[in-house]
């Protein structure tokens, strides 16, 4: 059974740091891109950053490039998203989801498993 764990997510102020963590299982981890969706009330779901098989390479939406950073650690079966310099725009659920395969795409639909989800609060 595929399971996708999201944490770390929390309310900060604009301008802090966080760190959101998936711990994955159930399946071969190192065989499949991941990916970062999220998703803000009243507005669809968004591509946030996705990580081929080994590391490289990666995507980032616009909106988050230089500020984000998508890692994995394929022997920990663990995927990471750093986010800096975070504005209250970026407040969302954000999800951890599996690729159908080994290649990366920008759409949810290409996108298999996902998580429960960790909420990210930025206030001004």
């Known amino acids: 059974l595929v399971q996708l764990a999201e944490s770390g997510g929390n309310s900060v102020q604009a301008g802090g740091s966080l760190r959101l963590s998936c711990a994955a299982s159930?399946?071969?981890?190192?065989?499949?891109?991941m990916g970062w969706f999220r998703q803000a009330p009243g507005k669809e779901r968004e591509g946030v950053a996705a990580i081929s098989t080994a590391g490289t390479p990666t995507w980032y939406a616009d909106s988050v490039k230089g500020r984000f950073t998508i890692s994995r650690d394929n022997a920990k079966n663990m995927l990471h998203l750093t986010m800096n310099s975070l504005k209250p725009e970026v407040t969302a659920m954000y999800y951890c989801?599996?690729?159908?395969?080994?290649?990366?795409?920008?759409?949810?639909?290409?996108?298999?498993?996902w998580g429960q989800g960790t909420q990210v609060t930025v206030s001004s």
């Open positions: 989801t599996r690729s159908g395969g080994s290649w990366c795409s920008q759409a949810a639909k290409d996108y298999n498993y």
């Open positions: 159930g399946y071969t981890y190192g065989l499949y891109c």
